[in-house]
């Protein structure tokens, strides 16, 4: 197939992409209609970024697929995502400063498999790692080895100080670059299909069977999660919401003891959490009750008590709650209120 050949699957992707907008299964008002074709925009640019700056195996580096600006995928708005494409079968080293986030993970994933999904083939906890000047050295090499993502989480991103590293191939190949070879540019193209393709439809790939039984949230494990990249590190609990104008969704929990961080992230029908609205809450972030507990409030305007999220005039979204490195017994409670109760 020509590099041609590829574009037109790219147009038709984006169109596809604006129909999962446009017959969306639920009625999208004047602002959601927006908000979604805004997300289209950011699937289309990511999928660019992605193919232009993605590094051949045979010289692997670290890019930002997923900035402050695009939180796709459900990508929470505290962690920050560096990818880097490997060979199968090769021996990698990664080396660099752990800097001061929360936490800094390495997973290592092969090729995608049904549904969008990746498998996890290695993984570990940057602090594992680390010496007494801060800086960690992890090697790895698995048969079906495809991409690495290193994940930091951040309570706060202004006094927490972002970590550096590199990846390199310790088989020592040839410099030579591939970028312009005609069936690796005509790949790329190909692959911007499946980026754009598959988060398009991500809302019906992961808890679609949850829309229907919003304001709840389900525990899930990494294992469980086959339509996306988790975090082995984390336990999720997803749910959708559903609320009118006049009604708001306490979430309320105990907060587990010794939890380096927990976080609740709202998001549109798309999974999309914009990042000029208050739209995530962690544990630092939070004001607990009188007797200890949180409950976070979700409503379209701001009620007047601590740990407000906002719906900014959505009808219907959806929400995921983190743990790292605990394992809960019961997903937060859930109660749809009226406003100003």
Request: hydrophobic share 40%; with cysteine; net charge negative.
């Amino acid at each position: 197939m020509t590099i041609s050949a590829n574009w037109d699957q790219v147009a038709d992707a984006v169109r596809f992409a604006a129909g999962c907008i446009d017959f969306d299964p639920d009625p999208l008002n004047d602002r959601e209609r927006a908000d979604g074709h805004r997300y289209v925009q950011f699937i289309v640019s990511t999928a660019v970024q992605y193919s232009l700056l993605d590094a051949s195996p045979f010289q692997p580096r670290f890019i930002a697929p997923i900035e402050t600006t695009r939180w796709l995928g459900a990508s929470g708005p505290d962690i920050d995502y560096d990818v880097a494409v490997v060979q199968p079968g090769v021996r990698h080293r990664i080396s660099g400063r752990r800097g001061g986030s929360s936490y800094v993970g390495i997973c290592v994933y092969a090729n995608d498999g049904e549904r969008g999904a990746t498998a996890m083939v290695d993984n570990i906890d940057v602090d594992s790692l680390v010496d007494a000047a801060g800086n960690f050295v992890y090697e790895f090499v698995h048969p079906a080895a495809a991409r690495v993502i290193i994940r930091q989480y951040f309570h706060d991103r202004a006094s927490e100080e972002r970590g550096s590293w590199v990846i390199e191939r310790l088989d020592s190949p040839a410099s030579i670059d591939l970028s312009q070879n005609p069936a690796v540019v005509a790949a790329k193209v190909a692959r911007m299909v499946d980026t754009i393709r598959w988060n398009a439809q991500l809302n019906q790939l992961w808890g679609a069977d949850l829309r229907d039984s919003p304001n709840r949230l389900v525990l899930q494990t990494a294992e469980e999660i086959v339509a996306a990249v988790p975090n082995p590190d984390v336990t999720y609990a997803f749910g959708w919401w559903r609320l009118q104008s006049d009604q708001a969704l306490e979430v309320t929990l105990d907060p587990p003891e010794g939890c380096r961080y927990w976080s609740l992230q709202v998001g549109d029908r798309w999974f999309q959490a914009h990042p000029d609205r208050n739209m995530n809450i962690n544990d630092r972030q939070v004001v607990p009750n009188d007797d200890g507990t949180v409950t976070i409030v979700l409503a379209e305007r701001d009620p007047g008590r601590p740990n407000w999220l906002g719906t900014y005039g959505h009808t219907l979204g959806t929400m995921f709650f983190r743990w790292l490195h605990h394992t809960p017994t019961s997903a937060p409670e859930c109660r749809v209120v009226s406003v100003g109760q």
